[in-house]
């Protein structure tokens, strides 16, 4: 695998139900992002990791919950979602996420459905 | 705090014809700017990006940009559309410290 991955590509849940998605990079970056695109809204920033911690975590529910094991590995940790919660959740990485000239390498994205 | 507009939130050409996507920033240094497309269903891809030397600057599948500071722009151009073209096209800046912030895109269709 190269760039970065996620999966599930497409999940469908209820408004009880836990997920979790996952996004991995195999091009060593230290930084890596979630973010929320929205049909007719444009792209969210939801958080981002530095080293595995969490630098920046832009007032999300807390019905989403981060994990960052890794540099390599993110996950996000749904439960308790509303219908306004369906999106397309993307994943990236940059090589950092504190200092300026990184590009960021996007996953293809989950495409989630809250019932 | 850095902002970035696209003024043209859908564009339409014709193949074949020439294209210019707009895009302007508000940032008080020097920015880090970017050039991202989304096909439908998928994430973003660079296309091309700025941060110093030529304002000029050559991107992938024949895009180019050129960085404007008197006008805070940072316009994507490409002299002949092809309908695969068609797709999603975000200009993002990036601060000193790694933020950035992205527009919110301009959706361009290609008419044969």
């Known amino acids: 695998e190269t760039g970065v991955t996620q999966t599930p590509r497409h999940l469908v849940m209820g408004m009880t139900n836990k997920k979790s998605l996952k996004c991995e990079q195999h091009?060593?970056?230290?930084?890596m992002y979630w973010y929320k695109q929205s049909a007719k809204k444009p792209l969210e920033l939801m958080f981002v990791y530095n080293f595995k911690e969490q630098t920046e975590n832009n007032s999300v529910p807390s019905r989403f919950s981060p994990e960052c094991p890794n540099s390599s590995h993110l996950f996000l940790h749904l439960h308790t979602l509303q219908p306004e919660d369906s999106a397309l959740y993307l994943c990236a990485s940059s090589q950092s996420g504190t200092v300026g000239s990184n590009e960021q390498f996007f996953g293809p994205g989950t495409r989630l459905t809250v019932l | 705090a850095q902002s970035v507009t696209q003024p043209d939130i859908h564009i339409t050409v014709s193949e074949g014809a020439s294209l210019e996507l707009r895009c302007n920033y508000s940032?008080?240094?020097?920015?880090?700017l970017f050039w991202y497309v989304q096909s439908p269903g998928q994430g973003l891809q660079l296309l091309l990006k700025?941060?110093?030397?030529?304002?000029l600057v050559q991107g992938i599948k024949g895009f180019e940009a050129e960085f404007k500071r008197s006008q805070s722009s940072f316009n994507l151009r490409k002299p002949s559309v092809h309908w695969s073209d068609a797709a999603e096209y975000f200009c993002a800046v990036e601060n000193n410290a790694g933020k950035s912030t992205f527009g919110d895109g301009t959706t361009l269709t290609v008419k044969p």
């Open positions: 700025y941060f110093s030397g030529d304002t």
């Open positions: 940032y008080g240094a020097t920015p880090y």
């Open positions: 091009l060593g970056h230290n930084a």
